[in-house]
């Protein structure tokens, strides 16, 4: 037996069909009764008044040849009803209007209403439907109604479906008893109305473009109906998605985006500008001009192919600068916004310390993040492993590792009584699978005695060329003509103990540019070192170490 207690309009208890098609749902179809009066209670009267800026009064949309000419058009349609909600409406004291969200005052969501939409209950008049614009009760301010249609109805249909017209015709009072019903809308949005009702009865629709879509999905918002949205919504991810799309979906007012309904929506948006725009170097130019939300998708992705997190940083801090010049606003952005999209855990040492340092921050905020990366760096991996699924359980993926270009590295550095630093790079089974046959990998840089290094894990031949085998290498970025020399060691840990075991010592005078290391660190073949019961791999994981020294 079904739950009595359910809630018809929640999306989340509302029976969804995993082999949903825009031709099968499980709904019942009601499209015969659309209005039939055999089979309807009520009249419904719907006044159309004329949009400001269109002065024949049809709707736009069927004007919107793309996604662009159907934003352009809504912004400007939402621009002049902020206007028109500026006039004074005390001029028309007699004048009886129960809009949307007076219908329950305690239930109603205002942030919902962003078109002018009305409703009225009205005693059945003598059967002149006749829109009278010259009629005293309607000479003040108020749009001027150019055309009336009248439509058979069944309230249980339209209350089963929708929140607005259940409360509509159950709120108690003797309006809610009569047989018709009056609503006011604007002429643009006529077509998406109609398409609308007649979705609440046959469940599907007879459009199929975007921009119409998009007018469908808002009117069902408007007027509650989680059903349509999500049936809009589902159309609208099965259309071709471009960055012009993409954006427009992310930017839909607040309203329908927490609508779960859409959230699948919103989704893909992420998701395709996310893969379209993971190589932001690449694309820098065209990424720049993005707005806010589009940037959010994009930084918030794990697949981001970059350098470093620090190149991250550096990409925010030039975006922001770009579209914020004033540094209020900046900070705001970045510490409400941006600032989450970083994760600073995994930036370099040298890089926190000039997040401390950024006047673009707030320094509460950005001493909080970079304490906290710190904390992380830390943790021992199995413990940071932890902290990064429950993050992955959750929007937040500050403790997430993306697939750097340069690999992280937990470095130690000592002063006395040797200049010397300890570095610890851990691979993956997998990374090291994809360096197959000839493939390397650089870790992030790192520095000793004031000059940046870094080590880079290769697979090659060996020195007979007769098989190809993992070699570790260690190399001193450039820098003008200084010279280092420098003892160093390549250690890694090793079943059964798990402890790390020396594979390699050298020393070697260091000057920009040049690298030193063993192409055979293990001495054993590509195959053997890759094998399920190889030595070296715990968990999964690969676990190198470098110590560096300075000779005097």
Same mark, same amino acid.
């Given at each position: 037996?079904?739950?009595?207690?359910?809630?018809?309009?929640?999306?989340?208890?509302?029976?969804?069909?995993?082999?949903?098609?825009?031709?099968?749902?499980?709904?019942?179809?009601?499209?015969?009764?659309?209005?039939?009066?055999?089979?309807?209670?009520?009249?419904?009267?719907?006044?159309?008044?004329?949009?400001?800026?269109?002065?024949?009064?049809?709707?736009?949309?069927?004007?919107?040849?793309?996604?662009?000419?159907?934003?352009?058009?809504?912004?400007?349609?939402?621009?002049?009803?902020?206007?028109?909600?500026?006039?004074?409406?005390?001029?028309?004291?007699?004048?009886?209007?129960?809009s949307c969200n007076q219908i329950d005052s305690e239930d109603a969501d205002n942030e919902n209403q962003d078109e002018s939409v009305v409703a009225m209950i009205e005693e059945p008049n003598s059967g002149d439907e006749a829109a009278n614009s010259d009629d005293s009760t309607w000479n003040c301010d108020s749009p001027r109604?150019?055309?009336?249609?009248?439509?058979?109805?069944?309230?249980?249909?339209?209350?089963?479906?929708?929140?607005?017209?259940?409360?509509?015709?159950?709120?108690?009072?003797?309006?809610?008893?009569?047989?018709?019903?009056?609503?006011?809308?604007?002429?643009?949005?006529?077509?998406?109305?109609?398409?609308?009702?007649?979705?609440?009865?046959?469940?599907?629709?007879?459009?199929?473009?975007?921009?119409?879509?998009?007018?469908?999905?808002?009117?069902?918002?408007?007027?509650?109906?989680?059903?349509?949205?999500?049936?809009?919504?589902?159309?609208?991810?099965?259309?071709?998605?471009?960055?012009?799309?993409?954006?427009?979906?992310?930017?839909?007012?607040?309203?329908?985006?927490?609508?779960?309904?859409?959230?699948?929506?919103?989704?893909?948006?992420?998701?395709?500008?996310?893969?379209?725009?993971?190589?932001?170097?690449?694309?820098?130019?065209?990424?720049?001009?993005?707005?806010?939300?589009?940037?959010?998708?994009?930084?918030?992705?794990?697949?981001?192919?970059?350098?470093?997190?620090?190149?991250?940083?550096?990409?925010?801090?030039?975006?922001?600068?770009?579209?914020?010049?004033?540094?209020?606003?900046?900070?705001?952005?970045?510490?409400?916004?941006?600032?989450?999209?970083?994760?600073?855990?995994?930036?370099?040492?040298?890089?926190?310390?000039?997040?401390?340092?950024?006047?673009? &921050?707030?320094?509460?905020?950005?001493?909080?993040?970079?304490?906290?990366?710190?904390?992380?760096?830390?943790?021992?991996?199995?413990?940071?492993?932890?902290?990064?699924?429950?993050?992955?359980?959750?929007?937040?993926?500050?403790?997430?590792?993306?697939?750097?270009?340069?690999?992280?590295?937990?470095?130690?550095?000592?002063?006395?009584?040797?200049?010397?630093?300890?570095?610890?790079?851990?691979?993956?089974?997998?990374?090291?699978?994809?360096? &197959?046959?000839?493939?390397?990998?650089?870790?992030?840089?790192?520095?000793?005695?004031?000059?940046?290094?870094?080590?880079?894990?290769?697979?090659?031949?060996?020195?007979?060329?007769?098989?190809?085998?993992?070699?570790?290498?260690?190399?001193?970025?450039?820098?003008?003509?200084?010279?280092?020399?420098?003892?160093?060691?390549?250690?890694?840990?090793?079943?059964?103990?798990?402890?790390?075991?020396?594979?390699?010592?050298?020393?070697?005078?260091?000057?920009?540019?040049?690298?030193?290391?063993?192409?055979?660190?293990?001495?054993?073949?590509?195959?053997?070192?890759?094998?399920?019961?190889?030595?070296? &791999?715990?968990?999964?994981?690969?676990?190198?170490?470098?110590?560096?020294?300075?000779?005097?």
């Amino acid at each position: 037996m079904k739950d009595q207690n359910l809630d018809l309009f929640d999306p989340r208890t509302a029976v969804m069909d995993p082999e949903f098609s825009p031709t099968r749902t499980r709904e019942p179809d009601f499209a015969f009764a659309f209005n039939d009066s055999n089979f309807s209670d009520r009249v419904l009267r719907i006044e159309i008044v004329g949009d400001s800026l269109d002065g024949d009064g049809t709707s736009d949309s069927h004007g919107c040849h793309s996604l662009a000419d159907w934003a352009r058009n809504r912004k400007r349609r939402r621009e002049d009803f902020k206007k028109e909600n500026a006039l004074d409406i005390t001029a028309c004291p007699e004048e009886q209007i129960i809009s949307c969200n007076q219908i329950d005052s305690e239930d109603a969501d205002n942030e919902n209403q962003d078109e002018s939409v009305v409703a009225m209950i009205e005693e059945p008049n003598s059967g002149d439907e006749a829109a009278n614009s010259d009629d005293s009760t309607w000479n003040c301010d108020s749009p001027r109604v150019i055309k009336v249609k009248t439509l058979h109805i069944s309230s249980p249909i339209l209350a089963a479906k929708s929140p607005f017209f259940y409360k509509l015709f159950s709120n108690g009072m003797r309006e809610s008893e009569q047989r018709q019903v009056t609503l006011r809308i604007n002429a643009s949005e006529e077509a998406a109305l109609m398409e609308l009702l007649n979705f609440m009865y046959s469940n599907t629709l007879t459009t199929s473009t975007a921009p119409a879509l998009l007018d469908v999905l808002m009117a069902a918002d408007k007027f509650e109906v989680a059903s349509c949205m999500r049936y809009c919504s589902r159309l609208l991810r099965n259309l071709p998605m471009t960055p012009e799309s993409a954006l427009l979906y992310l930017e839909l007012p607040s309203s329908v985006l927490m609508a779960e309904a859409v959230q699948p929506l919103t989704d893909t948006a992420k998701q395709f500008l996310a893969a379209r725009y993971k190589d932001i170097t690449k694309f820098q130019d065209e990424v720049m001009k993005l707005p806010l939300t589009g940037i959010e998708a994009i930084l918030s992705s794990d697949d981001l192919q970059v350098a470093s997190e620090d190149a991250v940083y550096d990409f925010v801090l030039k975006w922001t600068r770009a579209h914020f010049p004033q540094i209020d606003e900046r900070r705001d952005i970045l510490s409400s916004r941006l600032g989450h999209c970083i994760r600073f855990p995994f930036m370099s040492c040298r890089k926190l310390r000039k997040v401390l340092t950024c006047n673009d &921050f707030e320094h509460e905020f950005s001493s909080k993040l970079v304490l906290e990366a710190l904390f992380f760096k830390a943790e021992a991996p199995h413990r940071q492993r932890t902290q990064a699924a429950e993050e992955s359980a959750s929007s937040s993926r500050r403790f997430v590792e993306r697939a750097y270009k340069y690999r992280p590295v937990k470095v130690v550095e000592f002063e006395l009584p040797r200049q010397q630093c300890i570095v610890y790079l851990d691979l993956k089974r997998d990374e090291c699978a994809n360096l &197959f046959p000839s493939g390397r990998v650089y870790s992030q840089a790192f520095h000793l005695g004031g000059q940046g290094f870094f080590l880079s894990a290769h697979c090659n031949m060996d020195q007979q060329s007769s098989f190809h085998c993992f070699g570790l290498f260690l190399g001193m970025q450039e820098k003008g003509s200084v010279s280092f020399a420098v003892d160093y060691e390549f250690a890694a840990r090793t079943k059964p103990a798990e402890e790390y075991v020396s594979k390699y010592k050298g020393n070697y005078t260091f000057t920009g540019g040049k690298a030193v290391g063993y192409r055979n660190l293990f001495a054993i073949p590509w195959t053997s070192f890759m094998a399920e019961d190889s030595l070296y &791999f715990i968990n999964g994981v690969l676990h190198l170490r470098a110590e560096l020294t300075i000779r005097h």
